[in-house]
Protein backbone atom coordinates (compact mmCIF):
# COMPACT_ATOMS: atom_id res chain seq x y z
CA UNK A 1 0.00 0.00 0.00
CA UNK A 2 1.02 3.62 -0.61
CA UNK A 3 0.77 5.70 2.03
CA UNK A 4 3.02 5.84 4.74
CA UNK A 5 2.27 7.65 7.73
CA UNK A 6 5.82 7.31 10.09
CA UNK A 7 8.06 7.77 6.91
CA UNK A 8 10.98 7.84 9.47
CA UNK A 9 10.13 3.71 10.02
CA UNK A 10 10.12 3.20 5.91
CA UNK A 11 6.77 2.03 6.42
CA UNK A 12 4.20 1.46 3.47
CA UNK A 13 0.55 1.56 4.72
CA UNK A 14 -1.23 1.91 1.63
CA UNK A 15 -0.75 0.31 -1.79
CA UNK A 16 2.64 1.61 -2.91
CA UNK A 17 4.02 -2.52 -2.33
CA UNK A 18 1.80 -3.33 -5.10
CA UNK A 19 1.43 -6.71 -3.72
CA UNK A 20 -2.16 -6.47 -3.03
CA UNK A 21 -3.49 -3.83 -5.70
CA UNK A 22 -2.03 -6.56 -8.70
CA UNK A 23 -4.76 -8.94 -8.55
CA UNK A 24 -6.40 -9.15 -4.92
CA UNK A 25 -9.71 -7.09 -6.25
CA UNK A 26 -10.26 -9.20 -9.30
CA UNK A 27 -13.20 -11.31 -9.44
CA UNK A 28 -12.16 -14.41 -10.79
CA UNK A 29 -14.77 -15.97 -13.72
CA UNK A 30 -14.81 -19.63 -13.49
CA UNK A 31 -14.92 -20.53 -17.16
CA UNK A 32 -17.80 -23.02 -18.05
CA UNK A 33 -16.41 -25.92 -20.48
CA UNK A 34 -19.18 -25.93 -22.68
CA UNK A 35 -18.81 -22.75 -23.79
CA UNK A 36 -22.23 -21.97 -23.04
CA UNK A 37 -20.59 -18.28 -22.33
CA UNK A 38 -22.59 -15.27 -24.40
CA UNK A 39 -19.92 -13.33 -26.37
CA UNK A 40 -20.31 -10.18 -24.73
CA UNK A 41 -19.13 -11.99 -21.62
CA UNK A 42 -15.80 -13.89 -23.32
CA UNK A 43 -15.33 -9.90 -24.80
CA UNK A 44 -15.75 -8.34 -21.18
CA UNK A 45 -13.21 -11.09 -19.54
CA UNK A 46 -10.48 -10.06 -22.55
CA UNK A 47 -10.30 -6.70 -21.55
CA UNK A 48 -9.99 -6.85 -18.37
CA UNK A 49 -7.35 -9.50 -18.90
CA UNK A 50 -5.83 -6.87 -21.25
CA UNK A 51 -6.40 -4.04 -18.34
CA UNK A 52 -4.54 -6.30 -15.66
CA UNK A 53 -1.39 -6.53 -17.91
CA UNK A 54 -1.38 -3.47 -18.55
CA UNK A 55 -1.52 -2.56 -14.72
CA UNK A 56 1.08 -4.95 -13.98
CA UNK A 57 3.40 -3.08 -16.59
CA UNK A 58 2.68 0.14 -15.04
CA UNK A 59 3.38 -1.40 -11.37
CA UNK A 60 6.99 -2.30 -12.86
CA UNK A 61 7.91 0.95 -14.51
CA UNK A 62 6.94 2.97 -11.39
CA UNK A 63 9.19 0.53 -9.39
CA UNK A 64 12.00 1.66 -12.12
CA UNK A 65 11.02 4.81 -11.49
CA UNK A 66 9.81 5.18 -15.11
CA UNK A 67 6.94 7.16 -14.73
CA UNK A 68 5.80 8.45 -18.01
CA UNK A 69 5.78 4.66 -18.81
CA UNK A 70 3.86 3.57 -16.24
CA UNK A 71 1.25 6.35 -16.82
CA UNK A 72 0.77 5.36 -20.22
CA UNK A 73 -0.10 2.08 -19.14
CA UNK A 74 -2.27 2.63 -16.87
CA UNK A 75 -4.23 4.69 -18.90
CA UNK A 76 -4.36 2.09 -21.52
CA UNK A 77 -5.48 -0.15 -18.54
CA UNK A 78 -8.33 2.13 -18.14
CA UNK A 79 -9.05 2.24 -21.61
CA UNK A 80 -9.76 -1.27 -21.99
CA UNK A 81 -11.61 -1.97 -18.61
CA UNK A 82 -13.05 1.56 -17.37
CA UNK A 83 -14.40 -0.13 -14.14
CA UNK A 84 -11.02 -2.34 -12.96
CA UNK A 85 -10.28 -1.03 -9.76
CA UNK A 86 -6.58 -2.26 -9.55
CA UNK A 87 -6.28 0.44 -12.32
CA UNK A 88 -8.40 3.14 -10.53
CA UNK A 89 -5.97 2.41 -7.15
CA UNK A 90 -2.61 2.00 -9.22
CA UNK A 91 -3.12 5.09 -11.50
CA UNK A 92 -4.03 6.88 -8.34
CA UNK A 93 -1.08 6.07 -6.44
CA UNK A 94 0.80 7.29 -9.64
CA UNK A 95 -0.79 10.64 -9.42
CA UNK A 96 -0.27 11.24 -5.83
CA UNK A 97 3.37 10.29 -6.77
CA UNK A 98 4.30 12.74 -9.25
CA UNK A 99 1.73 15.33 -7.02
CA UNK A 100 -1.24 15.41 -8.96
CA UNK A 101 -3.63 15.16 -5.80
CA UNK A 102 -6.67 16.09 -7.80
CA UNK A 103 -7.04 13.21 -10.02
CA UNK A 104 -5.16 10.91 -7.25
CA UNK A 105 -8.67 11.90 -5.52
CA UNK A 106 -10.85 11.12 -8.37
CA UNK A 107 -9.33 7.91 -9.12
CA UNK A 108 -8.89 6.35 -4.99
CA UNK A 109 -12.73 7.81 -5.01
CA UNK A 110 -13.66 5.48 -8.12
CA UNK A 111 -11.90 2.42 -6.79
CA UNK A 112 -14.03 2.58 -3.62
CA UNK A 113 -16.86 3.60 -5.35
CA UNK A 114 -16.29 -0.02 -7.47
CA UNK A 115 -15.35 -2.10 -4.94
CA UNK A 116 -17.18 -0.11 -1.46
CA UNK A 117 -16.76 -3.40 0.46
CA UNK A 118 -13.03 -3.60 -0.15
CA UNK A 119 -10.92 -2.84 2.97
CA UNK A 120 -8.20 -1.60 0.40
CA UNK A 121 -9.81 0.95 -1.40
CA UNK A 122 -11.33 2.19 1.74
CA UNK A 123 -8.10 2.26 3.50
CA UNK A 124 -6.52 3.87 0.36
CA UNK A 125 -8.86 6.68 0.00
CA UNK A 126 -8.80 7.26 3.79
CA UNK A 127 -5.39 7.51 3.87
CA UNK A 128 -5.48 9.93 1.22
CA UNK A 129 -8.02 11.86 2.58
CA UNK A 130 -6.25 12.07 6.42
CA UNK A 131 -2.88 13.22 4.38
CA UNK A 132 -5.04 16.21 2.76
CA UNK A 133 -6.06 17.29 6.19
CA UNK A 134 -10.00 15.67 5.18
CA UNK A 135 -9.84 13.88 8.93
CA UNK A 136 -13.09 13.35 9.83
CA UNK A 137 -14.07 12.27 6.51
CA UNK A 138 -11.18 10.23 6.45
CA UNK A 139 -12.41 7.97 9.54
CA UNK A 140 -15.54 7.23 7.73
CA UNK A 141 -13.68 5.72 5.31
CA UNK A 142 -11.23 3.76 7.51
CA UNK A 143 -14.74 2.91 9.56
CA UNK A 144 -16.11 1.07 6.10
CA UNK A 145 -12.49 -0.69 5.76
CA UNK A 146 -12.68 -2.35 9.19
CA UNK A 147 -16.01 -3.49 8.50
CA UNK A 148 -14.41 -6.00 5.50
CA UNK A 149 -13.81 -9.17 7.05
CA UNK A 150 -11.52 -10.69 4.60
CA UNK A 151 -9.35 -7.77 4.81
CA UNK A 152 -5.52 -9.08 5.18
CA UNK A 153 -3.78 -6.88 6.71
CA UNK A 154 -6.14 -5.29 9.71
CA UNK A 155 -3.21 -4.62 11.73
CA UNK A 156 -1.94 -2.06 9.50
CA UNK A 157 -5.47 -0.28 9.06
CA UNK A 158 -6.11 0.23 12.99
CA UNK A 159 -2.76 1.46 13.11
CA UNK A 160 -3.59 4.19 10.08
CA UNK A 161 -6.85 4.85 11.90
CA UNK A 162 -4.91 5.71 14.85
CA UNK A 163 -2.07 7.71 13.54
CA UNK A 164 -4.72 10.17 11.48
CA UNK A 165 -6.38 11.05 15.07
CA UNK A 166 -3.32 11.21 17.06
CA UNK A 167 -1.38 13.71 14.36
CA UNK A 168 -4.17 15.61 13.64
CA UNK A 169 -7.24 15.12 16.02
CA UNK A 170 -5.62 18.09 17.91
CA UNK A 171 -5.52 15.98 21.08
CA UNK A 172 -9.16 15.28 21.29
CA UNK A 173 -9.32 11.86 19.82
CA UNK A 174 -6.49 10.33 21.89
CA UNK A 175 -8.90 7.76 23.08
CA UNK A 176 -10.57 6.86 20.17
CA UNK A 177 -6.90 6.26 18.63
CA UNK A 178 -5.75 4.54 21.96
CA UNK A 179 -8.83 2.02 21.05
CA UNK A 180 -7.08 1.62 17.34
CA UNK A 181 -4.09 0.64 18.58
CA UNK A 182 -5.05 -1.77 21.02
CA UNK A 183 -6.74 -3.52 17.84
CA UNK A 184 -3.71 -3.63 15.81
CA UNK A 185 -1.68 -5.11 18.59
CA UNK A 186 -4.22 -7.90 19.37
CA UNK A 187 -4.07 -8.83 15.47
CA UNK A 188 -0.51 -8.16 15.22
CA UNK A 189 1.94 -7.57 18.49
CA UNK A 190 4.48 -6.66 16.65
CA UNK A 191 3.16 -4.13 15.06
CA UNK A 192 5.85 -1.42 15.16
CA UNK A 193 3.52 1.74 13.80
CA UNK A 194 1.12 0.60 16.43
CA UNK A 195 3.96 0.18 19.20
CA UNK A 196 5.60 3.61 18.59
CA UNK A 197 1.97 5.48 18.41
CA UNK A 198 0.92 4.26 21.45
CA UNK A 199 3.80 4.95 23.39
CA UNK A 200 3.17 8.75 21.58
CA UNK A 201 -0.21 8.37 22.49
CA UNK A 202 0.47 7.56 26.09
CA UNK A 203 3.03 10.25 26.29
CA UNK A 204 0.66 13.02 25.37
CA UNK A 205 -2.25 11.57 28.02
CA UNK A 206 0.97 11.99 30.59
CA UNK A 207 1.28 8.20 31.46
CA UNK A 208 5.18 7.97 31.10
CA UNK A 209 5.27 4.66 32.99
CA UNK A 210 3.21 3.03 30.49
CA UNK A 211 5.00 4.87 27.50
CA UNK A 212 7.82 3.23 28.44
CA UNK A 213 6.70 0.21 28.36
CA UNK A 214 5.77 0.47 24.47
CA UNK A 215 8.45 2.30 23.49
CA UNK A 216 10.62 -0.73 24.52
CA UNK A 217 8.59 -2.69 22.81
CA UNK A 218 8.99 -0.63 20.14
CA UNK A 219 12.77 -0.85 20.31
CA UNK A 220 13.08 -4.51 21.12
CA UNK A 221 11.80 -4.95 17.65
CA UNK A 222 15.02 -3.80 16.34
CA UNK A 223 14.89 -0.93 14.13
CA UNK A 224 16.78 2.54 15.19
CA UNK A 225 14.83 5.18 14.48
CA UNK A 226 15.47 8.92 15.88
CA UNK A 227 12.11 9.62 16.55
CA UNK A 228 11.56 6.55 18.88
CA UNK A 229 14.48 7.24 20.57
CA UNK A 230 13.66 11.46 21.21
CA UNK A 231 10.31 10.33 22.58
CA UNK A 232 12.04 7.29 24.58
CA UNK A 233 14.67 9.94 25.89
CA UNK A 234 11.21 12.20 26.85
CA UNK A 235 9.59 9.93 28.34
CA UNK A 236 12.70 8.95 30.95
CA UNK A 237 12.92 12.32 31.11
CA UNK A 238 9.68 12.93 33.13
CA UNK A 239 10.26 9.69 35.04
CA UNK A 240 13.21 11.65 36.26
CA UNK A 241 15.25 8.87 35.20
CA UNK A 242 18.39 10.93 34.29
CA UNK A 243 20.91 8.53 33.70
CA UNK A 244 18.23 6.52 31.63
CA UNK A 245 17.43 9.82 29.37
CA UNK A 246 21.19 10.66 28.64
CA UNK A 247 21.79 6.77 27.00
CA UNK A 248 18.89 7.76 24.64
CA UNK A 249 20.44 11.25 23.89
CA UNK A 250 23.87 9.96 23.50
CA UNK A 251 22.40 6.90 21.26
CA UNK A 252 20.69 9.98 19.15
CA UNK A 253 23.52 12.40 18.42
CA UNK A 254 25.66 9.28 17.78
CA UNK A 255 23.30 7.21 15.66
CA UNK A 256 21.52 9.90 14.19
CA UNK A 257 23.74 12.85 14.25
CA UNK A 258 22.27 14.78 10.96
CA UNK A 259 18.32 14.28 11.66
CA UNK A 260 15.77 16.61 12.74
CA UNK A 261 15.71 14.64 16.27
CA UNK A 262 19.24 15.58 16.98
CA UNK A 263 19.07 19.09 15.67
CA UNK A 264 16.08 19.77 17.62
CA UNK A 265 17.36 18.18 20.93
CA UNK A 266 20.64 19.88 20.56
CA UNK A 267 19.44 23.48 19.98
CA UNK A 268 16.84 23.01 23.13
CA UNK A 269 20.13 21.76 25.50
CA UNK A 270 23.37 20.77 23.68
CA UNK A 271 25.28 18.20 25.29
CA UNK A 272 21.96 17.80 27.63
CA UNK A 273 19.95 14.59 28.70
Do not use: W
Request: aromatic residues 10%; charged residues 25%; proline residues 4%.
Amino acid sequence: MLRSTLQTFGMVAACIAFASCSSNNKIVKYRQADNSQSPNESKAEKRQDAAQVRVELGQQYMQQGKLELALENLQKALQYDANYVNAHTVIAVLYERIGNTVEAGKHYKRAVELAPKSGDTNNNYGQFLCAGGNYDEAQKYYAQAMRDPFYKTPAVLYANAGVCLVDHGGGQRLDEAQTDFRRALEVEPRNALALYYMAKLLYLKDDFFHARAFVQRFEALGHPDPAALLLARNIEVKLGHADAARGYAERLRKDFPDSEQTHSLDAVAPQSP
